[in-house]
Structures are given as C-alpha cells and as structure tokens.
C-alpha cells in the first residue's frame, strides 16, 4: 500500500507575478515535467529558499513508509518516514476541489497553515485527491 497521491517534477517559471505581499513568504508558478500541471505554491522562503529552478512534489497522504494511515497530522520522529527523503514538508487540508466546465481539466486548492496551494491539470493523474482530505506535501530540489 501506498501513501503517495501524486508526484511530478516542476520547473519554477515565476516567483511573486503579482508583488511580493510577505517578507518571508513567496509565491511560486511552476509547470510539470511529466503530467502538464499547473502549480502555485506559497512556499517560506525563510526555511526552503528557492528560485527559478527545478523541484520534486510529492502529495501523500501519511508519512508512514508502510503507507499505514496517519490521521493525526504527527509522526514519530525517531523511526524512518517518507519525510527523511524531502527537505520541506507541510501538513494540510484540501479545501476545494473544482472541475472546469469549459475543459477536462481540475482545480484543487489546499491550505497548509495559511501557506495557499493551487494544482491544475487534468484528474486522471489525481485519482487520490479528496475535498476535505489532510494531506502531506514535500519538497526536494531536483
């Protein structure tokens, strides 16, 4: 069993198009390399710096390598996660999932303590995405 949702590869294409709002806080557009998915991405620039460079996402739904259920939000930091393989993790919700009329495509946008992210693309590569579902996002440079 697999905790893995989704998992793509994303180019940074640009950081901040509307103004920088927070000291502290970046908002990143970014395209995948496999799957064609749009990206936005509030990301504290102050823990995990990044630029106009390339990313590995992963959206899973516990941390546990076993792929057991995680529902607490909290790991044990002391034995082996999917964390240790990432170099930013957040934990948060799903709070709209929206599909385009004019098109195939989907929207789903979760919160991760305020951090906002928006995943466009088409839903054949989001089976596991859930309104309301609390989700794991992590993040290494590629």
Same mark, same amino acid.
């Given at each position: 069993?697999? /905790?893995?949702? @989704? ?9 901040? $198009? ?5 000291d502290r806080v970046s908002r @990143?557009?970014?395209?995948?390399? &496999?799957?064609?998915?749009?990206? #936005? ?7 995990? $710096? ?10 899973? =739904? /516990?941390? &546990? *390598?076993? +792929?057991? /259920?995680?529902? /607490? +939000?909290?790991?044990?930091? &002391?034995? $082996? =996660? *999917? ?11 799903? @709070?709209?999932? #929206?599909?385009? &009329? ?8 979760? =919160?991760?303590? +305020?951090?906002?992210?928006?995943? #466009?693309?088409?839903?054949?590569? *989001? ?16």
């Open positions: 069993m697999t /905790s893995i949702l @989704f998992e793509d590869t994303f180019e940074v294409k640009e950081i901040d $198009p509307d103004g920088k709002k927070f @990143f557009v970014c395209y995948s390399e &496999n799957y064609e998915m749009d990206l #936005q991405i509030d990301i504290a620039t102050h823990i995990y $710096p990044l630029g106009h460079e390339r990313f590995k996402m992963v959206l899973a =739904s /516990s941390l &546990n *390598l076993d +792929g057991s /259920s995680d529902n /607490s +939000g909290s790991y044990d930091t &002391n034995k $082996p =996660s *999917l964390a240790d393989k990432y170099d930013y993790v957040m934990y948060g919700k799903i @709070f709209k999932y #929206q599909k385009e &009329n004019s098109s195939s495509k989907v929207s789903v946008f979760a =919160s991760f303590g +305020g951090l906002l992210v928006l995943l #466009q693309g088409d839903p054949r590569y *989001l089976p596991g995405i859930e309104l309301d579902a609390r989700i794991y996002l992590l993040i290494k440079k590629a």
